[in-house]
């Protein structure tokens, strides 16, 4: 499956910046390193735009729209995604979550959000300047977690890669207190969390993927930064738990997870 195939111009303004490059590029015959010396990028730059991965600036696209006399059709559909931020997409996102059955999530870079303490979460917020509320983004995510200790809770399945629990994410007392956070929820009995090691190497997945099951379906969801992409093609979803199923086979076991977040606790105190 190319990368391009997954994506969804009908639901993410992005997805149509990323689609409307490869027709346009395609269309004039060029090559991704002709695109990239107009748009002052590298060829692999222009790749990973065309799959959606990378997003371009308007300093990128603006060149390209007059190269190609589009009436600034690139910049201008640029401008509108950078304000929307995908928020239809998350917005499906979050309803798939709210009526879960399962989750499986494997996160290379922060604490899984329904497993963060609300300082891991306002200095993440705080740090990332994707949200103009700060008090209404963490009050969301703490609503989330409820779900977590309703009497019909959805089965968790979670694997965090080691440099998760390194990172400072608003300092040493907010990581000890995520820390002990952690401890307490891997002990729930529908919860399962288990910590890549560094030493079983890069996974080939960055960012966060999740799996969600619902009484009717199965979607997948992947999260780098500022982008989110809705995975619900059956085909897509089994490809990308390959994926999930060999970061699985290499992450530690829940009791041995256990005593790496207790070392790393210990090395806060």
Known sequence: MESH?????????WDLVAVQLRNLRLKHGWTCQQVGDVAK??????????????????????????????????????EHAKDGLDRPRVGAFLKYEHSALSIKNYSSDVVFGLFQTEDYARALFKRGG?????????????????????????????????????????????????????????ELDHVSLRVLPVSAGWPGVSGSLFFITTRNREVAYLESGRMGRLVERLPDIRELSVSYERIGASALPEDQSRKLLEHMQGLMR
Not at 5 to 13: A, C, E, F, V
Not at 48 to 71: H, I
Not at 138 to 149: A, F, H, T
């Open 41 to 78: 990028a590298s060829r692999s730059h222009v790749s990973n735009w065309e799959a959606g991965r990378r997003r371009p600036a308007q300093a990128n696209l603006a060149p390209l729209d007059e190269a190609w006399d589009t009436a600034d059709l690139l910049t201008n559909l640029a």
């Open 130 to 186: 994707v949200v103009d509320d700060i008090d209404d983004a963490v009050r969301e995510r703490m609503d989330r977690q409820q779900r977590l200790y309703a009497p019909d809770p959805p089965r968790l399945w979670v694997v965090l890669a080691q440099p998760v629990l390194w990172w400072q994410v608003g300092g040493i007392e907010v990581m000890r207190g995520q820390l002990d956070h952690l401890l307490r929820v891997s």
């Open 5 to 13: 195939d997954s994506l969804d111009p009908r639901s993410s303004l």
